[in-house]
């Protein structure tokens, strides 16, 4: 298990829908929300992301779908409930 700290919201709806979190050693990691259940609570997809990779998608160079499909590091998506 991985403890992780917010670090930036990109997108806000209700809840964050797409945000930054960042581990102990500085990772950064792109959350995405997939779903809600009252007995779980807000369940994100989160993928590594290097500060490079992350700049170029807050400028919308780079798109979200793309991110998740073909990360930089193999097997760095990550359940995270919140």
């Known amino acids: 298990m991985r ?8 997108e806000f709806y209700d809840v964050p829908q797409i945000f ?4 102990v050693v500085d990772i950064n990691y792109l959350c995405l929300l997939y779903n809600h259940e009252d007995r779980l609570g ?3 997809i989160g993928v590594q992301i ?7 998608f807050i400028k919308g160079q780079i798109d979200l779908r793309d991110i998740y499909l073909q ?3 193999d097997n760095s998506l990550y359940n995270i409930s919140v």
């Open 20 to 23: 930054v979190a960042k581990d």
């Open 42 to 44: 807000y369940l994100y």
């Open 3 to 10: 403890n992780l700290k917010l670090n930036r919201i990109l």
């Open 71 to 73: 990360p930089e590091v």
């Open 50 to 56: 290097s500060s490079k990779k992350l700049e170029l």
